[in-house]
């Protein structure tokens, strides 16, 4: 869905959009859509800036950091992300960006992109590291076997030959 500039206006005015797991792509590692993306907001101009508002809530599989055995992870993200015409953006001579400035994206050629928009917030709300368990194992090194389900009797303490000479080394 795309929301031309030009169209709106001061008063709020309600959007809502849908998007399948197959019609959006996150493009990340260990990370999938398990459920349709769901956006409820709204759009507005405030000081002749566009707001765009709302709540994206959808279902993603992400796989453990330590074992990579997929963990189901809800998402419910509030935004409010700031758009400015290109016509309305500063040039290069007065870029002196004040604190508020910094969340404010230019919309180019005058169009906002909500699925752009929602796949932004996706990946903002992704957290850096997620474990299936507190306590998790991971793999082993050696057979790659999830030490969770098996002891794989692999034998931890040996030695890698490029330091077996510091063993002796006292």
């Known amino acids: ?20 797991p197959g019609e959006m792509e996150l493009d990340v590692d260990g990370v999938e859509l398990k459920s349709a993306v769901d956006l409820k907001g709204e759009t507005e101009i405030v000081d002749d800036k566009v707001h765009v508002r709302g709540t994206i809530t959808a279902e993603t599989e992400i796989a453990c950091i330590r074992c ?25 001579a007065e870029l002196a960006l004040e604190a508020e400035d910094l969340d404010v994206a230019v919309a180019i050629d005058g169009r906002i ?37 098996l002891d794989c009797k692999c034998i931890e303490n040996e030695i890698d030959p490029r330091w077996s000479a510091l063993k002796d080394f006292r």
């Open 1 to 20: 869905m795309i929301i031309e500039l030009a169209n709106v206006v001061i008063r709020p005015k309600a959007i809502k959009l849908t998007l399948e």
């Open 68 to 92: 990579l055995v997929p963990v189901e992870y809800p998402l419910d993200i509030t935004f409010d992300d700031i758009f400015v015409d290109p016509s309305d953006a500063p040039s290069d």
């Open 113 to 149: 992109d909500l699925a752009e928009v929602i796949r932004e917030q996706i990946l903002l709300a992704l957290p850096d590291q997620l474990f299936c368990t507190a306590d998790c194992k991971g793999l082993c090194p050696k057979c790659g076997s999830n030490r969770n389900l």
